[in-house]
């Protein structure tokens, strides 16, 4: 329900807005709005993020057996500029944005980032641990989710010429650097503060 408020009916009044003044309206959306649910990828409470930074297991739902894809926000924002830039190419068409060449497991995205962060943070990588959890301990009960997601990516690279670029490694070093570094900064700031 709340996957239909947010990408249908709370769109509604900018729909509204764009048509009276024949304003283009780019909508975007998760692969949620096909039906199961989907978690998002190290959201500023993530338990992987968090969990890592504090230096505790991540917690991997069923073993983390399901497969994602990841895409670079910076690649994302290139594919929105495309569409911004391109009307005659980018109306009326529904994209994916993706890249289909980043798949991994869960299990295999939390090893990548134990072995990233250990390099990032100079810890061991033998500091950092994953445990199995069950998704009704983790999610609650009745939490339904599909193993895998590959975006197809031949409409968007056909209208507009846009390919993701960045690598899951790039995407990840870059990523748990910063938050390394925001991390220990906070740190700091809150033991020097008391």
Known sequence: M???????IDAVPVVRYCTRKKKRL???????VYGK?????LTEDHPLRENLLRGESLELVEGGHSKRTFCYIKDAIEALLLMIENPEKANGH????GNPNNEVSVKELANLMIEVYANVSGQPASNFSTVDVSSDDFYG?????CDRRIPDM???HRQLGWIPMTSLQEI?????????ET???AVKHATSES
Do not use: K
Request: proline share 0%; charged share 15%; net charge negative.
């Open 183 to 185: 991390y220990s900064e």
């Open 154 to 156: 031949t409409l968007i």
């Open 26 to 32: 780019i909508q975007f959306s998760s692969c949620e």
């Open 37 to 41: 649910t989907i978690g998002s990828f």
């Open 94 to 97: 529904s994209f994916n944005v």
């Open 172 to 180: 990840l070093e870059v990523t748990l650097r910063y938050q390394h």
């Open 2 to 8: 709340d996957t239909i408020y947010c990408n249908f």
């Open 141 to 145: 009960i009745g939490y339904d989710d």
